[in-house]
């Protein structure tokens, strides 16, 4: 736990995280890591097979950092297998140590790794998630690609057998673009969820084994753990009993775009969009002060298209987007203008979903043109990882000369063109 073994109760762990903010936890069986915002990875508990990246198997009671071959090198995301530890860098490069007897560390062999090793056969490749199972491990690329090696009893790597594998191996999902993963240190399950919003599972499913992605009828990968993992676990509270009440938020959801209870109408591309004067005056600064006052029942609209302005104001009603990659750009002009900073959060994360060599250059501009910083710095990750294929796409050569000024300015500061 990191703290003094003789306390049993719940306690703030404070060596050496005291002046660090945690941005993310792992944890194995018996051995945990955090993840810190400046990028340092802090590792503690047992360590008999190397897991905490010390360089030797002696346990290590209270966090310490884990630095060897991550020194000065930033760390955006981390996971813990039963014994095992992985890391990826900003720069998409994956890491591993701790038990590798089943090839989960994907470095070739099935040899432990006191400290942090590079996971070589990913070098061609963008990584920007990992998860670990219980004895094997999943990546995904900014691609949508997934990848997947170490153990494979049940068939948890999806690569139709139940063949273990040192190295990674591409995972097919029906050729959709996957956009999560996740997996769990306690189960030999693994999960998917696709850019169509598709989840398939595939691994130790009831005690049988299911060896290539399976298509469930769920929307959200943590279902998958909750009703097919041995043992069950959930990350969310899931209700035991029928229930028909409806919370404030459902019923909010579900007056979205109703004619029988609306007191107002916005025209978009000859298109009627119902909604409620109130409810768009509380939730938006912008209904705020042009609604009051105002007795019109009818609203034309015609700065943005009927797909973006009904999704803004159905984000109004739900807090949620439902848009494509490329129409999620049109709505981020309108969060921008409208000055709905959450908006803007959720439209980046879209985006981000729908990058490919042949938009990355399109998309880093309208960042730049929306001053989305997040994206910005997303894009402009993604064009150095793909710099030889995005340097020829047509984009590429359209490039605002100003951008282009910026964008090899900043690339060569991160040693982009370095042979």
Sequence with gaps: MGVDPTFSSALKVCTNLLIKQVVEVACGSHHSMALAADGEVFAWGYNNCGQVGSGSTANQPTPRKVTNCLHIKRVVSIA?????????????EVYGWGYNGNGQLGLGNNGNQL????????????????????AHTLAL????????????????????????????????????????????HSAH???????????????????????????????????????????????????????????????????????????????????YIYAHKVLLKIRCEHFRSSLEGNEDEIVEMSEFSYPVYRAFLEYLYTDSISLSPEEAVGLLDLATFYRENRLKKLCQQTIKQGICEENAIALLSAAVKYDAQDLEEFCFRFCVNHLTVVTQTSGFAEMDHDLLKNFISKASRVGAFKN
């Design 80 to 92: 813990c297998g039963q014994t095992s530890s992985m890391a990826v860098l900003d720069n998409g």
């Design 115 to 134: 400290t942090p090793v590079r996971v070589a056969a990913l070098h061609s490749v963008c990584v920007n998630q990992i998860v670990c199972g219980y």
């Design 141 to 184: 690329t900014d691609e949508g690609l997934l990848y997947a090696w170490g153990a494979n009893t049940y068939g948890q790597l999806g690569t139709g057998n139940k063949n273990n594998l040192l190295s990674p191996a591409h995972i097919m999902v029906e050729k959709e673009r996957v956009v999560e993963i996740a997996a769990c």
């Design 189 to 271: 399950t693994s999960a998917a969820k696709t850019q169509g919003g598709h989840v398939y599972m595939w691994g130790q499913c009831r005690g049988q084994s299911v060896t290539l992605p399976h298509l469930t009828h769920f929307s959200s990968t943590d279902d998958v753990f909750a009703c097919f993992a041995t043992p069950a676990v959930t990350w969310r509270l899931l209700s035991v009993e029928p229930d028909d009440h409806l919370t404030v938020a459902e019923s909010l959801k579900r007056e979205f775009d109703n004619p029988n209870t609306a007191d107002l109408k916005f025209l978009v591309d000859g298109k």
